[in-house]
C-alpha cells in the first residue's frame, strides 16, 4: 500500500494481531494468528452487488485442511450476517455449521462443524449478507457525480469485512471469483473474465479466471459504470512468453484521461523484468482510478487501484502529478514481485513489501526518468524517516505484532523510506549487481508463496559471499529503532591520517532515549587528495569506536562522512572539520551536498550548533541549480522564524535572508507556467511559492501576485467558478492566500463549488485553499469537511491545515475535542493512529503535550493505533518545545 504526501490523508487501516491463543474446542478466540491446524487451500467467492444498494450478498465455499480433529475452526468475519454454513466432509458427507461471532472488535468468528472430523479436507461453505461499508474498507461503497460505485480495499485486515475467510498473509491460496451485478454495470477482479451468463431480470454473472495463489489481503474486485480503456498491450520478453493485456478502469466519463498513465507502464513493466529475470506474472493488467480512497494505491494482483488524481492525468496536470503518478505507479507495480508473487508471511516483516516497492520504484524512475531525481527522492526520504526515528517511541523496521495498532501504525516512513535506504546502504556495500542476484534468486525460490527477514538475508548474504559479521549488520538496522550517529574528526597520527570513528544513537536535544546504541554500519566517507582530487574509502563499524586511514589524503583535508549519501545515519565533525568541508560544499555530488544539509540540520537540533552558524553552514546551498538541494535549508529556516525569533527586527532579518537567497530565482522563473517548460522548472516555481508565500517569511510581492490568481480564480464563469484562471500548479497556493486575505466570501465561494466539481485535482487544490482558514472560518471549513460534500479520504487535507502558530493550533484543538465522536464515526476505529497527530501535531510546548496526554489516555482502547500516535505526537512536542527553550535568539545575525 502507498501514502501519498499531498493532499495528507486518513489511513483507513484496520488491524488485528497478537500471540495465537491455544486451540481447542474451549479455548478464547484467537485474537491474533490463527491456529494453524486448520489452513485453507482454495476459495471460491461469489457476490452479488448493487452499487446503487446500501446491502450485497455472498457466498464463501472455501478448502480446508484439518491437520488435528476438531468440531470447529476459527476463521474471521466482520459485520457479516451468516445465514447459512454447509460443511462438507472428505466422504462428500454434508453437515450443518454454525457461525458465530466470538471477538467483534477483532472480527473472529468460531465455525462449528457439525460434527468431530478427524484431519482431512472438509469443504467449508458460508453465505452472508454485508453493509456495502461507508470507511473506505472491505467492500465499499463510493460515488463520482452522484452516482455509486462498488470497490474493495482489503489491505491490512479489512478483507474480513468483505467475505469470512482466513485473513492473514501466510494463507496464500487460490481463488475463482464471480460477480453478479446489475446488466448495464461493468466488473472487474484481479483476473480476465471469462464468462458472462443472464442472472435473472436486469441482472449478469461475471466469472473470472483462477487467480494464482494470494493472501486475502490482495483479493480485488470493482462494480459500476465504469469506463474500461484499453492500453497498449505489454509486449513480451524473454521472460514472458505472450504480451499482456493492459487496461484503465475510470469513473464513466472519465477514462480517456487514463491514456498518459497507461502510456508509461509498458517501461515500467519492462524494467522490472529485467532486474528481476522474472515476467509479469498474473494473467493482466488493470489500473482503477478510484473516486474514493484510504490510501495513495494498492498493489491487488492484476487489479491495481489507485487514488483517481494519480492516474487522470490532462495535458495542463500539475507537474506534481505526473511525476507522482509515474512514482506510485512503479511502486505498485514492483509490488507485483515483492508483495504478491512473494508475499510476507506475518506483519513484522511488511517491510519486504513496502521497502522493497519503494527501494525499486526509485531504480525504475532513474532509469526511465533520469530527469526525476528519484536518487535525491531516496536521500530525502531517508532523512524524512530519521526525523520519526530520533524518537524514542520510534517503532523498528521489524516491530513485534503486539496489539491492534501494531498492524496500522506499520505503515509509515520507518517501514517505506527507512526500509529502502537500509536496501539501498546494504546493496552499496555488496555492490549493486551482486544485491541483484541475490534478489533474483529470492523471488526464484520464494515465488507464490511467503517469505521472512531472514530469508531474504540469507539470499543477499550467499550471493555476495557475506557471513556472519554482515548478516549481523543487516539485521542490527531492521530489529531495533534509532539513528546511528557517527562522530568523526581527522588527526595526523605517525604520518598519516586517520579519521576516528564513534558511533552511538542520535537523540535530539531534549529527548529521554539512551544514545548507548550500536550497529554493524557500512560507513563510506569521501575525502580531499593531493593534487586537489577526492578519493572514497570504507569500513563496517560494528564497534562503539573505529578509524579509518585515508590514504592520500591532501593536509589538510576535508570529510565528507557519507559519501554519495547512500547510508542511513547522521554524522557529527569538529567546528574544524565542518568548516573545512563547508569550503567545498559546492563540489560534492547533489546526494552529499543533501547529506550535509542534513548533518547541520541534526547538529541545530542536537544543541550542537546554533542557529547563526547553521544557516550560515546552509546558505551556499540556497545557489544550487538543483531543486533539491537549493530548497534544502527551508524546513529549518522556517522553524527559526517561527520559534526563535523574538523581535520584528530579528524576523525582518531572517525574511531579508530568504528573499535574498530565493526571490531572485522565483523571478527568473516567473509565476505562470510557460509553454515547453521542464516539469523542473514548475516544481522549483511552486516550492519557491509556497516557501515565500507562507506565514514564516510572507513575502509582500508574492502573496500579492497569488492574491491576483486566486481572485481571478474565485469569479464566476458559465456557473462555475474560474479555477482555470490561476496557473494550475499554483491554485491551490494562490486559494490559500486569497482565504487569508478576503476571508468569508472565499471560504463560501469554495464550499459552494466542491460540491459541483468532481476533478480531483481541482477539488484538491480547493481543499488546500479550505485548510487556511483562520478563526471562525477554519471551523467553519472544518465543519464542511465532516459533511458529504467531502469525501472520507479528503476529510484530513482540512483537518490538518491552519496550524502554524499556537493560537491557530488552540482553535484547532477546541474544534477537534467538541467534534471528536464526529471525525471517530466518520474515519472508523481503524484511523485511530493518525488521530493525535490530526489533533496535536505541529505542537510546541508543554502545555500541549499535556492536553493531549490528558484527552487521549482515557481513549486509547476505543480506537486501534492511537498508543503509539499519541507517543508519538506527544514526544515531538516536547521535543520541539526543548529546542526552542535552549535557542539564544542572539545568535541570529
Same mark, same amino acid.
Given at each position: 500500500?502507498?501514502?501519498?504526501?499531498?493532499?495528507?490523508?486518513?489511513?483507513?487501516?484496520?488491524?488485528c494481531?497478537?500471540?495465537?491463543?491455544?486451540?481447542?474446542?474451549?479455548?478464547?478466540?484467537?485474537?491474533?494468528?490463527?491456529?494453524?491446524?486448520?489452513?485453507?487451500?482454495?476459495?471460491?467467492?461469489?457476490f452479488?452487488?448493487?452499487?446503487?444498494?446500501?446491502?450485497?450478498?455472498?457466498?464463501?465455499?472455501?478448502?480446508?485442511?484439518?491437520?488435528?480433529?476438531?468440531?470447529f475452526?476459527w476463521?474471521?468475519?466482520h459485520?457479516?450476517?451468516?445465514?447459512?454454513?454447509?460443511?462438507?466432509?472428505?466422504?462428500?458427507?454434508?453437515?450443518v455449521?454454525?457461525?458465530?461471532?466470538?471477538?467483534?472488535?477483532?472480527g473472529?468468528?468460531?465455525?462449528?462443524?457439525?460434527?468431530?472430523l478427524?484431519?482431512?479436507?472438509?469443504?467449508?461453505?458460508?453465505?452472508?449478507t454485508?453493509?456495502?461499508?461507508?470507511?473506505?474498507?472491505?467492500?465499499?461503497?463510493?460515488?463520482?457525480?452522484g452516482?455509486?460505485?462498488?470497490?474493495?480495499?482489503?489491505?491490512?485486515v479489512?478483507?474480513?469485512y468483505?467475505?469470512?475467510?482466513?485473513?492473514?498473509?501466510?494463507?496464500?491460496?487460490?481463488?475463482?471469483?464471480?460477480?453478479?451485478?446489475?446488466?448495464?454495470?461493468?466488473?472487474?477482479?484481479?483476473?480476465?473474465?471469462?464468462?458472462?451468463?443472464?442472472?435473472?431480470?436486469?441482472?449478469?454473472?461475471?466469472?473470472?479466471?483462477?487467480?494464482?495463489?494470494?493472501p486475502?489481503?490482495?483479493?480485488?474486485?470493482?462494480?459500476?459504470?465504469?469506463?474500461?480503456v484499453?492500453?497498449?498491450?505489454?509486449?513480451?520478453?524473454?521472460?514472458?512468453?505472450?504480451?499482456?493485456?493492459?487496461?484503465?478502469?475510470?469513473?464513466?466519463?472519465e477514462?480517456?484521461?487514463?491514456?498518459?498513465?497507461?502510456?508509461?507502464?509498458q517501461?515500467?513493466?519492462?524494467?522490472?523484468?529485467?532486474?528481476?529475470?522474472?515476467?509479469?506474472?498474473?494473467?493482466?493488467?488493470?489500473?482503477?482510478?478510484?473516486?474514493?480512497?484510504?490510501?495513495?494505491?494498492?498493489?491487488?494482483?492484476?487489479?491495481v487501484?489507485?487514488?483517481?488524481?494519480?492516474?487522470?492525468?490532462?495535458?495542463?496536470?500539475?507537474?506534481?502529478?505526473?511525476?507522482?503518478?509515474?512514482?506510485?505507479?512503479?511502486?505498485?507495480?514492483?509490488?507485483?514481485?515483492?508483495?504478491?508473487?512473494?508475499?510476507?508471511?506475518?506483519?513484522?516483516?511488511?517491510?519486504?513489501?513496502?521497502?522493497?516497492?519503494?527501494?525499486?520504484?526509485?531504480k525504475?524512475?532513474?532509469?526511465?526518468?533520469?530527469?526525476?531525481?528519484?536518487?535525491?527522492?531516496?536521500?530525502?526520504?531517508?532523512?524524512?524517516?530519521m526525523?520519526?526515528?530520533?524518537?524514542?517511541?520510534?517503532?523498528?523496521?521489524?516491530?513485534?505484532?503486539?496489539?491492534?495498532?501494531?498492524?496500522?501504525?506499520?505503515?509509515?516512513?520507518?517501514?517505506?523510506?527507512?526500509?529502502?535506504?537500509?536496501?539501498?546502504?546494504?546493496?552499496?556495500?555488496?555492490t549493486?549487481?551482486?544485491?541483484?542476484?541475490?534478489?533474483?534468486a529470492?523471488?526464484?525460490?520464494?515465488?507464490?508463496?511467503?517469505?521472512?527477514?531472514?530469508?531474504l538475508?540469507?539470499?543477499?548474504?550467499?550471493?555476495?559471499?557475506?557471513?556472519?559479521?554482515?548478516?549481523?549488520?543487516?539485521?542490527?538496522?531492521?530489529?531495533?529503532?534509532?539513528?546511528?550517529?557517527?562522530a568523526?574528526?581527522?588527526?595526523?597520527?605517525?604520518?598519516?591520517?586517520?579519521?576516528?570513528?564513534?558511533?552511538?544513537?542520535?537523540?535530539?536535544?531534549?529527548s529521554t532515549?539512551?544514545?548507548?546504541?550500536?550497529?554493524?554500519?557500512?560507513?563510506?566517507?569521501?575525502?580531499?587528495?593531493t593534487g586537489?582530487?577526492?578519493?572514497?574509502?570504507?569500513?563496517?563499524?560494528?564497534?562503539?569506536?573505529?578509524?579509518?586511514?585515508?590514504?592520500?589524503?591532501?593536509?589538510?583535508?576535508?570529510?565528507?562522512?557519507?559519501?554519495?549519501?547512500?547510508?542511513?545515519?547522521?554524522?557529527a565533525?569538529?567546528?574544524?572539520?565542518?568548516?573545512s568541508?563547508s569550503?567545498?560544499v559546492?563540489?560534492?555530488?547533489?546526494?552529499?551536498?543533501?547529506?550535509?544539509?542534513? *548533518?547541520?540540520?541534526?547538529?541545530? +537540533?542536537?544543541?550542537?550548533?546554533? %542557529?547563526?552558524d !547553521? #544557516?550560515? @553552514?546552509?546558505? &551556499?546551498? =540556497?545557489a544550487?541549480?538543483?531543486?533539491?538541494?537549493?530548497?534544502?535549508?527551508?524546513?529549518?529556516?522556517?522553524?527559526?522564524?517561527?520559534?526563535?525569533?523574538?523581535?520584528d527586527?530579528?524576523r525582518?532579518?531572517?525574511?531579508?535572508?530568504?528573499?535574498?537567497?530565493?526571490?531572485?530565482?522565483?523571478?527568473?522563473?516567473?509565476?505562470?507556467?510557460?509553454a515547453?517548460?521542464?516539469?523542473?522548472?514548475t516544481?522549483?516555481?511552486?516550492?519557491?511559492?509556497?516557501?515565500?508565500?507562507?506565514?514564516?517569511?510572507?513575502?509582500p510581492?508574492?502573496r500579492?501576485?497569488?492574491l491576483?490568481?486566486?481572485?481571478?480564480?474565485?469569479?464566476?464563469?458559465?456557473?462555475h467558478?474560474?479555477?482555470?484562471?490561476?496557473?494550475?500548479?499554483?491554485?491551490?497556493? *494562490?486559494?490559500?492566500?486569497?482565504? +487569508?486575505?478576503?476571508?468569508?466570501? %472565499?471560504?463560501? !465561494? #469554495?464550499? @459552494?463549488e466542491? &460540491?459541483? =466539481?468532481?476533478?480531483?485535482?481541482?477539488?484538491?487544490?480547493?481543499?488546500?485553499?479550505?485548510s487556511?482558514?483562520?478563526?471562525?472560518?477554519?471551523?467553519q471549513?472544518?465543519?464542511?469537511?465532516?459533511?458529504?460534500?467531502?469525501?472520507?479520504?479528503?476529510?484530513?487535507?482540512?483537518?490538518?491545515?491552519?496550524?502554524?502558530?499556537?493560537?491557530?493550533?488552540?482553535?484547532?484543538?477546541?474544534?477537534?475535542v467538541?467534534?471528536?465522536?464526529?471525525?471517530?464515526?466518520?474515519?472508523?476505529?481503524?484511523?485511530?493512529?493518525?488521530?493525535?497527530?490530526?489533533?496535536?501535531?505541529?505542537?510546541?510546548?508543554?502545555?500541549?503535550?499535556?492536553?493531549?496526554?490528558?484527552?487521549f489516555?482515557?481513549?486509547?482502547?476505543?480506537?486501534?493505533?492511537?498508543?503509539?500516535?499519541?507517543?508519538?505526537?506527544?514526544?515531538?512536542t516536547?521535543?520541539? %518545545?526543548?529546542?526552542?527553550?535552549?535557542?539564544?535568539?542572539?545568535?541570529?545575525?
Open positions: 500500500m502507498r501514502r501519498f504526501v499531498r493532499p495528507l490523508v486518513l489511513t483507513a487501516l484496520a488491524a494481531c497478537g500471540a495465537a491463543l491455544a486451540a481447542g474446542t474451549d479455548a478464547a478466540a484467537p485474537l491474533g494468528h490463527l491456529p494453524g491446524w486448520a489452513t485453507p487451500e482454495a476459495y471460491r467467492l461469489s452479488k452487488v448493487d452499487p446503487k444498494q446500501e446491502t450485497y450478498s455472498g457466498s464463501t465455499t472455501i478448502k480446508v485442511k484439518l491437520s488435528q480433529a476438531s468440531d475452526v476463521l474471521h468475519g459485520d457479516l450476517k451468516v445465514s447459512k454454513v454447509t460443511v462438507t466432509d472428505a466422504a462428500g458427507k454434508k453437515h455449521g454454525k457461525y458465530t461471532v466470538a471477538a467483534e472488535k477483532e473472529v468468528a468460531r465455525v462449528d462443524l457439525g460434527a468431530k478427524e484431519p482431512q479436507e472438509i469443504s467449508l461453505a458460508i453465505e452472508f454485508a453493509p456495502l461499508n461507508k470507511q473506505l474498507q472491505g467492500l465499499y461503497k463510493v460515488s463520482h457525480e452516482v455509486p460505485y462498488a470497490m474493495t480495499q482489503m489491505e491490512p479489512s478483507a474480513r468483505a467475505f469470512p475467510g482466513f485473513d492473514e498473509p501466510s494463507f496464500k491460496t487460490p481463488y475463482d471469483i464471480s460477480l453478479t451485478i446489475p446488466a448495464d454495470d461493468v466488473g472487474v477482479a484481479n483476473t480476465k473474465q471469462i464468462k458472462e451468463e443472464k442472472a435473472g431480470e436486469g441482472w449478469k454473472t461475471l466469472t473470472f479466471s483462477t487467480t494464482k495463489p494470494l486475502t489481503y490482495l483479493v480485488a474486485f470493482a462494480v459500476g459504470p465504469w469506463d474500461v484499453k492500453g497498449p498491450d505489454i509486449a513480451p520478453t524473454a521472460f514472458r512468453a505472450s504480451s499482456t493485456e493492459l487496461r484503465g478502469i475510470a469513473a464513466k466519463g477514462g480517456h484521461r487514463m491514456k498518459h498513465v497507461l502510456g508509461e507502464t517501461s515500467i513493466i519492462h524494467t522490472l523484468e529485467d532486474y528481476y529475470g522474472f515476467g509479469y506474472p498474473f494473467d493482466k493488467l488493470d489500473l482503477l482510478a478510484a473516486p474514493d480512497f484510504s490510501a495513495g494505491a494498492m498493489e491487488n494482483a492484476g487489479l487501484t489507485f487514488r483517481d488524481w494519480l492516474l487522470l492525468i490532462d495535458p495542463d496536470s500539475p507537474a506534481q502529478y505526473v511525476r507522482g503518478s509515474f512514482n506510485v505507479n512503479a511502486h505498485e507495480l514492483a509490488h507485483q514481485w515483492t508483495g504478491d508473487t512473494v508475499t510476507m508471511a506475518w506483519w513484522d516483516d511488511l517491510w519486504l513489501n513496502e521497502a522493497f516497492a519503494t527501494w525499486m520504484q526509485q525504475i524512475t532513474t532509469k526511465v526518468h533520469p530527469e526525476y531525481r528519484a536518487d535525491l527522492d531516496r536521500v530525502r526520504g531517508a532523512q524524512g524517516a526525523s520519526n526515528d530520533s524518537l524514542v517511541s520510534a517503532r523498528k523496521i521489524r516491530q513485534p505484532i503486539t496489539g491492534n495498532g501494531d498492524i496500522e501504525t506499520a505503515f509509515d516512513g520507518i517501514t517505506y523510506q527507512k526500509g529502502a535506504a537500509v536496501l539501498g546502504m546494504f546493496e552499496g556495500y555488496v549493486d549487481p551482486v544485491f541483484q542476484k541475490g534478489m533474483r529470492y523471488i526464484e525460490k520464494h515465488k507464490f508463496g511467503n517469505a521472512s527477514a531472514d530469508d538475508i540469507d539470499s543477499i548474504a550467499e550471493a555476495s559471499g557475506q557471513g556472519a559479521p554482515f548478516k549481523d549488520a543487516f539485521r542490527s538496522f531492521l530489529n531495533q529503532s534509532g539513528v546511528p550517529y557517527v568523526t574528526e581527522v588527526k595526523q597520527e605517525g604520518g598519516k591520517t586517520v579519521l576516528h570513528l564513534t558511533q552511538s544513537r542520535y537523540l535530539p536535544l531534549g532515549g539512551d544514545a548507548n546504541r550500536v550497529w554493524g554500519v557500512p560507513l563510506c566517507v569521501r575525502y580531499g587528495t586537489g582530487g577526492n578519493k572514497v574509502a570504507c569500513e563496517l563499524l560494528d564497534k562503539a569506536t573505529g578509524t579509518i586511514a585515508l590514504e592520500g589524503a591532501s593536509s589538510p583535508t576535508w570529510v565528507l562522512p557519507n559519501a554519495n549519501g547512500r547510508g542511513y545515519y547522521r554524522f565533525q569538529s567546528k574544524k572539520d565542518l568548516a568541508l569550503k567545498v559546492g563540489t560534492l555530488t547533489d546526494a552529499e551536498q543533501l547529506a550535509y544539509a542534513d *548533518a547541520v540540520r541534526a547538529g541545530f +537540533q542536537h544543541g550542537d550548533i546554533d %542557529a547563526g !547553521a #544557516l550560515a @553552514a546552509l546558505k &551556499p546551498l =540556497t544550487s541549480k538543483t531543486r533539491e538541494v537549493s530548497t534544502a535549508p527551508m524546513a529549518l529556516l522556517g522553524w527559526i522564524v517561527s520559534h526563535e525569533a523574538v523581535t527586527v530579528q525582518a532579518h531572517l525574511r531579508a535572508w530568504a528573499k535574498d537567497a530565493y526571490y531572485p530565482k522565483l523571478q527568473t522563473l516567473g509565476f505562470r507556467k510557460k515547453g517548460e521542464q516539469d523542473n522548472d516544481l522549483t516555481r511552486s516550492a519557491l511559492v509556497d516557501f515565500l508565500s507562507g506565514s514564516e517569511i510572507a513575502v510581492e508574492v500579492a501576485e497569488l491576483k490568481q486566486g481572485d481571478a480564480a474565485l469569479k464566476v464563469k458559465d456557473g467558478l474560474d479555477l482555470d484562471a490561476a496557473d494550475p500548479d499554483l491554485l491551490g497556493l *494562490a486559494l490559500e492566500v486569497t482565504v +487569508q486575505e478576503r476571508g468569508k466570501p %472565499a471560504v463560501d !465561494a #469554495l464550499i @459552494a466542491i &460540491p459541483k =466539481t468532481s476533478d480531483p485535482a481541482k477539488r484538491n487544490a480547493m481543499l488546500q485553499g479550505l487556511a482558514a483562520r478563526g471562525p472560518l477554519a471551523d471549513a472544518r465543519d464542511f469537511a465532516l459533511g458529504k460534500d467531502v469525501k472520507v479520504g479528503e476529510m484530513a487535507a482540512i483537518l490538518r491545515g491552519a496550524r502554524d502558530t499556537e493560537a491557530s493550533r488552540d482553535g484547532l484543538w477546541k474544534w477537534f467538541t467534534n471528536y465522536d464526529k471525525v471517530v464515526a466518520r474515519t472508523g476505529s481503524f484511523a485511530g493512529g493518525q488521530l493525535p497527530g490530526l489533533a496535536g501535531g505541529g505542537g510546541c510546548s508543554k502545555v500541549e503535550a499535556d492536553r493531549l496526554t490528558a484527552f489516555q482515557p481513549r486509547l482502547k476505543e480506537v486501534t493505533g492511537a498508543e503509539r500516535g499519541l507517543a508519538q505526537t506527544t514526544e515531538s516536547l521535543l520541539c %518545545a526543548a529546542l526552542k527553550e535552549k535557542q539564544d535568539p542572539k545568535s541570529i545575525r
